[in-house]
T-cell receptor, first 113, second 113 residues
Framework: GNSVTQMEGPVTLSEEAFLTINCTYT??????LFWYVQYPGEGLQLLLK?????DKGSNKGFEATYRKETTSFHLEKGSVQVSDSAVYFC????????????FGKGITLSVRP | EPEVTQTPSHQVTQMGQEVILRCVPI?????FYWYRQILGQKVEFLVS????????KSEIFDDQFSVERPDGSNFTLKIRSTKLEDSAMYFC???????????FGQGTRLTVV
């Protein structure tokens, strides 16, 4: 079945540091890939997505590239802010009747001023 | 911006009692989902619903769980006889057609005592 593996956390960075959060996946077919973010006390929000190989998703300074050859979708940001402190989930989905999301464990990011 | 709404935000119930969690998906969306997140753990798929029937369900979604779309706007999750281990955050989500990103509600925190 489908699965998503995220690097172990938590991650603590200073403001303006570079961020990389690793995500790899196992799936049949051609899944869509997502990063969701969960701010403290809130629900899940879509951060970015990519639907096919070599697509780059981007939003709010975050980027991730769909790498089929390495089955990866690593999240990066060049300069993190305190407001980026949250839990980040990598996820994948199929389409139509197989459209459920399969999530990774999530990683907590804390950014210090 | 359209959003998925869930009620209540927090529900406390005694073990063995029935609970109904309510969701109003985005109005033009056709696929509906329930996920749960036990505290500190990853988000897990429970069930997907399309065209007034379950399209997929996980092993977690046993006979104690049921879903219903009682009218044109609500989507409910019922747990017939709650157990302590049902304590979790329950998220409702919807997508337009199963091929695009899912929009999540803010969640219902269920506490079984």
């Amino acid at each position: 079945g489908n699965s998503v593996t995220q690097m172990e956390g938590p991650v603590t960075l200073s403001e303006e540091a570079f961020l990389t959060i690793n995500c790899t996946y196992t799936a049949t077919g051609y899944p869509s890939l997502f990063w969701y973010v969960q701010y403290p006390g809130e629900g899940l929000q879509l951060l970015l997505k990519a639907t096919k190989a070599d697509d780059k998703g981007s939003n709010k300074g975050f980027e991730a590239t769909y790498r089929k050859e390495t089955t990866s979708f690593h999240l990066e940001k060049g300069s993190v802010q305190v407001s980026d402190s949250a839990v980040y989930f990598c996820a994948l989905s199929g389409t139509g009747a197989n459209s459920k999301l399969t999530f990774g464990k999530g990683i907590t990011l804390s950014v210090r001023p | 911006e359209p959003e998925v709404t869930q009620t209540p935000s927090h529900q406390v119930t005694q073990m063995g009692q029935e609970v109904i969690l309510r969701c109003v998906p985005i109005s033009n969306h056709l696929y509906f989902y329930w996920y749960r997140q036990i505290l500190g753990q990853k988000v897990e798929f429970l069930v997907s619903f399309y065209n007034n029937e379950i399209s997929e369900k996980s092993e977690i979604f046993d006979d104690q769980f049921s879903v219903e779309r009682p009218d044109g706007s609500n989507f409910t999750l019922k747990i017939r006889s709650t157990k302590l281990e049902d304590s979790a955050m329950y998220f409702c989500a919807s997508t337009v057609d199963g091929n695009t990103e899912a929009f999540f509600g803010q969640g219902t925190r269920l506490t079984v005592v």
